[in-house]
């Protein structure tokens, strides 16, 4: 083992740049190249990775110190010696673009007034492409000297493109994730000529830009010092290579996140911060279901009250949230001609029902349900987990929609195969008034099979009820209403009710569905079928 000492490497004329992270802690063992310090200089950040794998001894610098070529910055162990012996041998990508800069700061050419130019990707130091990672201004727009045109990136730097003279955008020759290489045109425009070669010269060569002479780097044509602080706002994005790659990584858009670092830069902790938050917001019940509501502030357009809302109707939501994106679902509607029930119920039925007992149309369409779930048992199954079987069970437990003040509650008849009318009044009408009092135990509505939500007693004419998972149909019912039915001769009064059936569509076809929804009209608009 022995002591290695990390240097900042050579600047290339620079005399400072500043400590915006450091990215490991002392006893932390570091792989070789892994970054440990970022530096920033106003136009480039840079990496100093780890000259070798090794244990971190010592951190000589903090946050915000101003640090030089040479400044040791991280005391290492290893038993390799490393790169202090040999500070010059391998240059970063900056390091080379930095002084390709500065060297180019000192041969200036002279300045020709409003002639077109092209911007050319300057010396990347043998780096042999670097990405597109933002163009900064839009086609057209006013461009002063040194404003960045557009954003590089290679694996240890981010490096701002700037204008090489004040003038117009004509164009960009990239975009956004295109690879480049040094002397590509990456943009044209109008403006005093600086570094880079004019576009009626390039146009003389007659070859493509990317086969041109090397062309001289239209970087930082002026000493980086002087340079102002790379803009934060309109959406750009303050963040060195290894940010970017975090935030690709954890899917996170940077342009909403705010950096805590030097000139707003974002920080690997602020994206982790970040994410945490993120995570952490759905914190209410209903939110941590996947129901998303709206963060709007509509108090801007006038007054409103904010009401909790109970658990029932969170876990509602929930349910409907799960089932509706889990089941591909259609909806099958009919009518059943009950004409002739109704008058049976209203006649002669009510006069033999036992005292206190009221009958509505509700308990014949749970009687007709129940028949024809056992006629069509796909109707009264569930999908195993992986989607591989299909359960069919051989009890019928109907649940029922019953509307209360806290929200919908589904109370479970159970063996509903073993049931007739009358029990199925009373049985739903007792159901229903605990609900309504809150007097339904748990287990009073687990274990259905298939539902009925009936809202004929309210109106409409048809609607589109929601499978509850894991069950895989559900009947509405609507409103009955006299209707001019065709009876092969003429137009008769029928008293018609609608059905709606919807059904899950991995598991039942529509003209099962059909079939099934014929069948409970069949059923009610004669009732002796029932009997059968
Ligand atoms: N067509 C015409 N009239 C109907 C009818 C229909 N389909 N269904 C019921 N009616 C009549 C009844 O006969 C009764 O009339 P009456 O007072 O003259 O006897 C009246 O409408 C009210 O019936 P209701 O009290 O609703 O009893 P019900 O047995 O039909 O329904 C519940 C019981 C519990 C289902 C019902 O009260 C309820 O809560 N429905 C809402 C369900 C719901 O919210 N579903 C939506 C889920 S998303």
Partial sequence: ?????????????????????????????????????????????????????????????SVGDKVSSGTPVVEMESAVEQRTAEPDTKKTTTDVVVEAAQEKVSAEPEVAPDSEVEVCVPDLGGADAVEVIELSLKVGDAVEAEDSLLVLESDKAT???PAPSSGKLLAYSVSVGDKVSEGDVIARMVGQQNASKPAAEAKQDNAPPANTEPVPPTTISKPIESIPAAPTSSGKVHAGPAVRQLGRELGVDLTLVSGTGPRNRILKSDVQAFVKNRLQQPSSG??????????????????????????????????????????????????ADITQLEAYRKGDMATMLPEGVKVSPLAFVLKACVLA????????????????????????????????????????????DKKGIIDFAQESAELAGKARDKKLPMDGMMGGTFTISSLGGIGGTAFTPIVSAPQVAILGVSKASMQPVWNGNSFEPRLMLPISLSYDHRVIDGAEAARFARYICQLLSDTRHMLL
């Fill in 1 to 61: 083992m022995s002591q290695t000492q990390v240097t900042v490497p050579d600047l290339g004329g620079i005399e400072e740049v500043e400590v915006i992270e450091i990215s490991i802690s002392v006893g932390d063992t570091v792989e070789a190249e892994q970054e440990i310090i970022v530096l920033e200089s106003d136009k480039a950040t840079m990496e100093v990775p780890a000259p070798m794998a090794g244990t971190v001894a010592a951190i000589l610098v």
């Fill in 159 to 161: 490096m701002e493109i």
């Fill in 373 to 416: 779930l056992q006629k069509f048992p796909q109707f009264n199954s569930s999908l195993n987990a992986d989607g591989s079987e299909l359960i069919f069970k051989q009890f019928y437990n109907l649940g029922i929609a019953v509307e209360t003040p806290d929200g919908l509650l589904v109370p479970v008849i159970k063996e509903a």
């Fill in 286 to 335: 209903a939110q941590t279901m996947g129901v998303v509501g709206s963060s709007e502030d509509f108090s801007r357009f006038g007054a409103i009250e904010n009401v909790p809302l109970n658990k029932i109707k969170q876990v509602t939501a929930k349910n409907m949230v799960q089932s509706w994106s889990t089941i591909p679902q259609v909806t099958q509607f009919d009518s």
